[in-house]
């Protein structure tokens, strides 16, 4: 049985002869050094940001690999080798083993390491190959030049979550079995998991096809999916553009808040700014669903109306006007 994992350095190929290295090279030769240090929260990170940019580089697809097979995830570690097979890359580069570094394609290290997955649960580590060398103008081709390799650096996701980011927006990478209501409440996503309907809102792109029934938050999304979140700042923009919209329509009350789950996703589907909140009523917990955020009662009455109209099961609704704690709990998400 083979002792070691393979795992590859990220030569900036095509992209260093002509003197310009793409942003995704750079990031995943920065996951790689992360990688050889077992730094593999950090790597994970640098991958997934270089996979976002270009959801078919090879060489972070390997490398992530590698990370979710040492951390225990083997589950994805063989999505990102079954992706390099798939996409059947030509290039050649370096493997690192205890005993040797030769050259071999991508695919065949992608196929040694799904091998690897169905005899062991967590690999050997492998010897770290050291520091990554930047290329010289000994070794760069002619009319290169080293700032065309420079890279802005990117922002660092939050420690505990697995978190790409794009310019000044946030993304989650779904993981194994997560759910709107799992992700809502986990801390640097929104630490509340009744913002779930945040999430559905945003990504309504990719998540319109999901049945909206009454466990619809506590549906079990697609691994891997990037889904948009409201980053701190956009929250405070938002919250900061509502000014002092503090009515709302109070569409239904309840004790069990799987009754109108399928309400709020129809509301949704519908362009409604839909939120959930919980209230303690006479040593009761009760769950409202509301919708927001209006200037003054007129304007939230016609709201409602529209509600209404489509919404029979809504006629005992009301409009409110709701504390400015309220507002900022849920205006800006």
Not at 60 to 79: D, I
Not at 133 to 141: A, L, Q, R, Y
Not at 181 to 196: C, F, H, T
Not at 270 to 281: D, L, N, Q, R
Request: hydrophobic content about 35%; proline content about 6%; aromatic content about 10%.
């Amino acid at each position: 049985m083979r002792k070691s994992v393979y795992f590859i350095f990220t030569f900036f190929l095509a992209a260093l002869l002509s003197g310009c290295a793409a942003k995704d090279m750079t990031l995943s030769n920065q996951g790689y050094e992360e990688l050889t240090n077992a730094n593999y929260d950090q790597a994970e990170k640098y991958f997934s940001e270089a996979l976002y940019i270009n959801p078919d580089n090879p060489y972070a697809l390997l490398n992530l690999g590698q990370v979710y097979q040492e951390t225990g995830n083997p589950a994805r570690a063989r999505q990102m080798y079954e992706k390099v097979i798939a996409l059947d890359p030509s290039d050649e580069e370096r493997q690192a083993t205890y005993d040797s570094e030769e050259g071999k394609p991508l695919v065949e290290i992608a196929m040694d390491n799904l091998e690897l997955l169905a005899g062991k649960s967590k690999p050997v580590r492998p010897k770290p190959m050291g520091p990554i060398e930047m290329p010289t103008s000994e070794t760069m081709s002619p009319g290169s030049s080293p700032e065309g390799m420079a890279s802005e650096p990117m922002e660092k996701p939050p420690e505990d979550v697995k978190i790409v980011t794009a310019t000044e927006k946030g993304y989650y990478s779904v993981g194994e079995n997560d759910s709107l209501y799992d992700i809502a409440g986990r801390k640097y996503v929104y630490s509340n998991p009744l913002k779930w309907p945040t999430l559905y809102r945003l990504n309504m792109n990719i998540l319109g096809d999901m049945e909206a029934t009454k466990n619809f938050e506590y549906q079990g999304l697609v691994e891997g999916l990037d889904l948009r979140i409201v980053t701190p700042d956009e929250a405070s923009e938002r919250l900061m553009a509502l000014g002092e919209k503090v009515w709302v329509v109070h569409v239904r009350s309840t004790l069990e808040s799987e009754n109108i789950v399928p309400t709020a996703v129809r509301l949704m589907d519908k362009g409604y700014h839909v939120y959930m909140t919980k209230a303690t009523v006479k040593g009761k917990e009760w769950t409202r669903l509301r919708v927001g955020f209006f200037r003054d009662e007129p304007e939230a009455a016609k709201i409602r109306e529209k509600i209404v109209s489509f919404m029979d099961s809504t006629r005992d609704s009301w409009v409110t006007k709701i504390p400015k704690s309220e507002l900022e709990k849920f205006g800006g998400y």
